[in-house]
């Protein structure tokens, strides 16, 4: 395997995880709006909470040590 396509591998990686991040944090904001649509201010609020917690949440998928500089740009481009 050639470094260009062990490269190619890891953006392809990255990029994927990004989209997967994306859509769950979507699906969270929707969740806080739905509840707060509702009334359920406390809920709202603990479901936050919640989440603030969970180190999935706060992991960054670019501050991996195997990612090259120009996949860290594609993936801010993309």
Do not use: W
């Not at 979507?26 to 406390?42: D, K, Y």
């Not at 949440?57 to 481009?77: E, F, G, N």
């Amino acid at each position: 395997m050639t470094i260009e396509s062990a490269n190619k591998e890891v953006c392809d990686e990255l990029i994927r995880l990004l989209r997967v991040q994306r859509h769950d944090f979507i699906n969270h904001i929707q969740v806080v709006h739905a509840l707060l649509q509702l009334g359920r201010v406390e809920k709202a609020l603990r479901y936050i909470e919640d989440i603030a917690k969970d180190p999935n949440m706060i992991t960054d998928p670019l501050r991996m040590k195997v990612c090259p500089a120009d996949c860290q740009r594609k993936a801010v481009h993309d």
